[in-house]
């Protein structure tokens, strides 16, 4: 839910520019602060878990159109800094496929990488605090969903004004239907419904999105401890009980 | 994304005139299309451009197969129909912008060979990215026989079944879980190779 499957040219030029911007300060500055040599050694890591999530994007739950994202459990193993280079080359993989505009690369990334980022803060902060390991994981990997999904809501609200004008570009669109019996009221129809509504969105979005929290949170937790009994050492967590 | 080894064949052993065509006139061509897209706000200009990109796939011969790849988008748009309180001009408006775009990617991948795209992208992207795109498309080749594999072992242990759900999704978690594990053993040995065969940071290709 919060990749933005918006397509080219309907966020407002500036929006998707300024996403575009600030993708690549961020990444700029993440390169910089990366060591040369921890970079080149972890690339080969980076394009694998990369892979995996753009694998995990092809698995599509058709009736509530969600994906997993694995951003949450490949943010805890690359790190954060690393997760951010990762989503903006999952990102730029998923536009060459057809899967979410060229131009919101940058919007997309940034709402992931909230995920990523996020999640990794907030599993190390349960895993200090709860101890276990699958609570852990399914709430850091629940909240930071929430985060990321409000976070694209936010960016597809800023557009408001720019779909309006998409709308009203065309007046009433090629179908023009007369159904109501007087003018007055037929004006005032077209304006209730003409009007752009984020409401309806939201209350769409967040139900579906819902669903998708709890099934990522589930499927992730899942999948943290079957690397926890296979390879600990990936986690980098203390040894402590599980 | 098993379509995707046929994308690649496509690019590799495709002979119609826009597979001998240069990577960096398609990709300036794409850029074109995504300027459209941008800028045009009438349906006509993209139904327009919709059929021009429709007759350059067909032309192209590209195995009919991959076209389904074009219309996977409109799923994920169908939620955005609820903002415009189902205005049909947005709606297509926003479809036809959605099948353009993902008519020109697809288009660009299935008559381009990748190292050709990462070639060009590489003089204006920082090395570091464009091995990493690089990496992660070479990745999904490896993950897919990875997974490949895992659904074999799957489907002997239940697989998937809408009437265990909790098992179903501890199936799936396992195998999410398997494909990391082996995704990052992989890499490990990649990177044990590439640096024997001389990896700085930097991938070449061939005509650099």
Known sequence: ?242 | MIQLSYLDYSAVEGKSFLHRLSPKLKIIGMIFVLLGLVTLGNILGLLLLYGVLLALFFISRIPTKIFSLTLYPLIFTILFIFISGFQIHFILLVFLKVLCGSTGVVLLLATTPYPSIFSVLGRVLPSSFVTALFLTYRSIFILLNILEETRHALYFRGGFQWRHPWRSLINISNAFGHLIIKGIDASEKMYESMVLRGFKNKIYYRRD
Do not use: C
């Open chain 1, 1 to 242: 839910m919060s990749h933005i499957h918006l397509p080219d040219g309907v966020l407002p030029v500036w929006l998707w520019g300024s996403g575009f911007i600030v993708a690549i300060l961020v990444g700029t500055i993440l390169f910089r602060l990366t060591k040369k040599e921890e970079l080149t050694r972890r690339l080969p890591l980076l394009g694998m878990m990369a892979a995996v999530m753009v694998l995990g994007a092809a698995v599509e739950i058709v009736p509530i159109a969600y994906h997993v994202n694995l951003t949450v459990i490949s943010g805890i193993l690359l790190g954060p800094s690393l997760i951010f280079l990762a989503t903006f080359v999952v990102n730029v993989i998923l536009a060459l496929f057809g899967h979410g505009g060229i131009t919101v690369i940058g919007l997309n990334t940034l709402t992931l990488s909230v995920e990523g980022v996020l999640g990794y803060f907030l599993f190390r902060l349960f895993w200090k605090v709860l101890k276990r390991l699958t609570p852990a994981t399914f709430l850091a990997t629940f909240i930071a969903l929430i985060f990321s999904t409000f976070a694209m809501i936010g960016v597809v609200s800023l557009g408001t004004s720019h779909y309006e004008e998409l709308i009203h570009k065309e007046g009433k669109g090629i179908f023009e239907f007369h159904l109501s019996k007087e003018k007055g009221d037929q004006h005032d129809g077209e304006k209730k419904e003409s009007e752009i509504n984020i409401k309806r969105f939201i209350a769409i979005v967040v139900p579906l999105g819902f669903i998708g929290w709890m099934l990522e949170g589930v499927i992730t937790a899942l999948i943290a401890r079957y690397i926890y009994r296979l390879r600990p050492d990936l986690l980098r967590l203390e040894k402590e009980t599980r």
